[in-house]
């Protein structure tokens, strides 16, 4: 059982930025499929970025040449650098992982092991 630990989070202004961190509690992390998703109070929790093994990624359109997802298989992280940052990114931004030998999913009832969440306040 893989644990996932976010952090980064934080408040920031309008056009601001943030980087959030996904560690991962074991060495192959960089053999799993890893996505960002985030949940705003009052809607469910939405797809913003995804990665796979190989380093592929995808994006939102929300998020498109703002974010961008990475990972350093080094250290069993995943991050989200997140610029230009706007008051509808708040949210708690959840990271999570397929189990081994899974395809790239971007839906949410795809991946088997989730973080807590760290919450991004973005203020206008």
Known sequence: QVQLVESGG???????????????SESIFSRRHVGWFRQAP???????AHISWRGDTYYA????GRFTISRDNAKNTVFLEMISLKPE?????????RKLG??????ESAYEYWGR???VTVSS
Do not use: H, N
């Open 10 to 24: 934080g408040l920031v202004q309008a056009g601001g930025s943030l980087r959030l961190s996904c560690e991962a």
């Open 42 to 48: 009052g809607k469910e929790r939405e797809s913003v």
């Open 61 to 64: 359109d929300s998020v498109k």
């Open 89 to 97: 990114d708040t949210a708690v931004y959840y990271c999570a992982a």
């Open 102 to 107: 899974a395809t790239m999913e971007t839906r």
């Open 117 to 119: 969440g760290t919450q």
